[in-house]
């Protein structure tokens, strides 16, 4: 077998005997370092502290969200490693329909009921398949982007089969999309399609077209993918993403209820429905779905008290103020001493004044929860949160101060069109706030392109150091990782010629001490980093 006794493993299953006979397969095997999680939010806080090179899950996980939802979350958040090996086990039978519509697909899955071999074959064959990308995924793992992408391209070619082929060219193509290479990617995608109708490739393009802000014709492709796999729910997450960006809010709402229905526990689009519905206007509807959310929330680590402040500005919107205390001790609570506290508990208590009618008092507490903007643990929905509190600010108060802080967090998180777009919603009361988030993002568009242009004629560290002084004086996220690829190029390319490179690499460890340390991409940059010490010491 291709597992050895160093292999690491996590079973997740809310039946506790089905977890110890699995345990106790692997360990016949010669496995036998293997953990076990009840539930997907536990779950997930062991694959963010720990990283496993199998995970085996269960389909259905009682509460909470189920594995093909969890795998999703994961995926998304960048926590889980693509190295590892996910495989799912399910009873139910039409679970070959849910995969094949799905966007974040496992490795493999087995269909119980299975005998110890059977388990043990599947997950030979997992193992080979998975083994033909893994010198890109060993790339990855060390933060070699453009090297991944390069030796995808010659894994494609030397495929012997069609499945390795679309495996190669899918990660290929969204590793180009991450890395803003949008014309190379469409080509693969595009290649494709001339081929076959492939749902993920016509995704894809859509994903491209909706990043560049062509929204009719984005749109007109994720019906054509919601039409061929109608439980391709990430189709119809991207299709009201796109009427939100323009406005469409009830438009949103009605797709996302739809998603909801084929995807009903998933609290991370729940979130998402009963946030559309609060921005339509349809505040009472979106209690109830709020309400869902945190009552499936609770069962897993994604759960933040984000969901909270959510419902409490519906409840507050809707006329339901009584609740409003409760929710305000609850959100403390759930806050505790996590980073970036403050700042939300400052919007809370702005938002509680102004629906009290208490504008000063309002003024007050954003002006108390400006000074954390800059803060490295402030993330994007905080930073939404507090704008869309300023924005609802009555005239004549905060005038001077409202666009100044729009300003600032649009320079930090406006790294594309959809936090675009929930900005300006978020301000869309305060035309000041608009105009200086539009200003913002086109300094930041301006800034990219400066920096790729220059890369492109060859001036590297030009770009490099245009990108790190742009990174720390704003904190924008996609700035800094591309200032982290290239100063990293920078420090490899002085290595070989047996030059110094201190300087870029002190430059790198300015970036690294506030990019986000559980995005993977991240992960990779530290090990780059880790690596060039060792060498330069």
């Not at 064959?125 to 060390?142: E, G, W």
């Not at 089969?161 to 999309?177: F, H, K, P, T, W």
């Not at 009201?240 to 909801?260: F, H, P, R, S």
């Not at 047996?498 to 940059?525: I, K, M, S, T």
Request: glycine share 6%; proline share 3%.
């Amino acid at each position: 077998m291709a597992f050895s006794a160093n292999t690491t493993v996590l079973i997740v299953d809310d039946a506790l005997t089905m977890a110890q006979g699995i345990r106790a397969i692997l360990a016949m095997a010669g496995v036998t370092q293997s953990e076990t999680a009840s539930h997907a939010g536990e779950a997930s806080n062991r694959l963010r502290s720990k990283r496993f090179d199998v995970v085996l899950c269960d389909y259905n996980l009682g509460k909470g969200m189920n594995g093909q939802e969890l795998l999703e979350a994961m995926r998304k958040s960048g926590t889980l490693p693509l190295s590892t090996l996910w495989v799912m086990i399910t009873g139910e039978r039409n679970y070959t329909q849910v995969v094949s519509a799905a966007e974040m697909v496992p490795d493999d899955y087995i269909l119980k009921p299975f005998t110890s071999q059977q388990l043990l074959d599947r997950l030979e064959l997992a193992v080979q398949r998975k083994a033909f990308l893994a010198p890109a995924h060993k790339l990855l793992d060390k933060g070699k982007t453009e090297q991944a992408i390069q030796a995808l391209q010659e894994l494609a070619q030397q495929a012997d089969n069609r499945q390795s082929r679309l495996g190669a060219l899918r990660l290929r193509a969204e590793l180009m999309v991450r890395e803003g290479q949008y014309e190379q990617a469409l080509r693969i995608y595009q290649g494709l399609l001339e081929q076959d109708e492939i749902p993920w490739a016509k995704m894809g393009v859509a994903r491209i077209l909706s990043e560049q802000g062509d929204s009719p014709q984005s749109n007109a492709l994720l019906d054509e993918v919601i039409a061929i796999a109608p439980r391709y729910t990430e189709a119809y997450d991207l299709l009201a993403q796109n009427m939100i960006d323009d406005g469409a809010y009830q438009e949103a709402a009605a797709v996302l209820e739809k998603a909801v229905g084929i995807s009903p526990r998933n609290f991370t689009r729940l979130h998402s429905y009963g946030n559309a519905l609060l921005r339509s206007g349809e505040a009472a509807k979106a209690v109830d779905q709020l309400q869902r959310a945190v009552d499936i929330g609770r069962h897993n680590s994604f759960f933040g008290p984000e969901v909270l402040v959510d419902l409490m500005q519906a409840r507050s919107e809707s006329g339901q103020i009584q609740q409003m205390d409760r929710l305000q001790n609850e959100i403390s609570t759930q806050l505790g001493k996590r980073p970036g506290g403050q700042l939300m508990l400052a919007v809370c208590r702005a938002m509680a004044a102004l629906a009290q009618q208490r504008p000063e008092q309002a003024l007050s507490q954003l002006e108390e929860g400006a000074e954390w903007l800059r803060a490295a643990e402030t993330d994007f929905d905080s930073a939404l949160r507090f704008l869309a509190a300023t924005a609802r600010l009555p005239s004549g108060h905060g005038a001077e101060q409202a666009p100044q802080w729009a300003h600032t967090i649009a320079l930090r998180f406006a790294d594309g069109r959809h936090e675009l777009g929930s900005l300006q919603e978020a301000a869309r009361q305060h035309p000041a706030c608009l105009q200086s988030i539009k200003t913002a993002y086109e300094q930041l568009q301006g800034k990219s392109q400066a920096a790729l242009e220059q890369a492109n004629q060859g001036q590297l560290e030009a770009a490099a150091d245009m990108l790190h002084r742009d990174a720390m004086a704003t904190l924008n996220q996609r700035l800094g990782m591309y200032g982290c690829a290239m100063l990293l190029r920078i420090c490899e390319n002085r290595q070989q010629a047996q030059q110094d490179y201190a300087e870029p690499l002190q430059a790198l460890r300015q970036l690294l001490q506030w990019l986000p340390h559980d995005n993977e991409r991240v992960h990779g940059f530290v090990r780059r980093r880790q690596a060039l010490l060792r060498h330069h010491e």
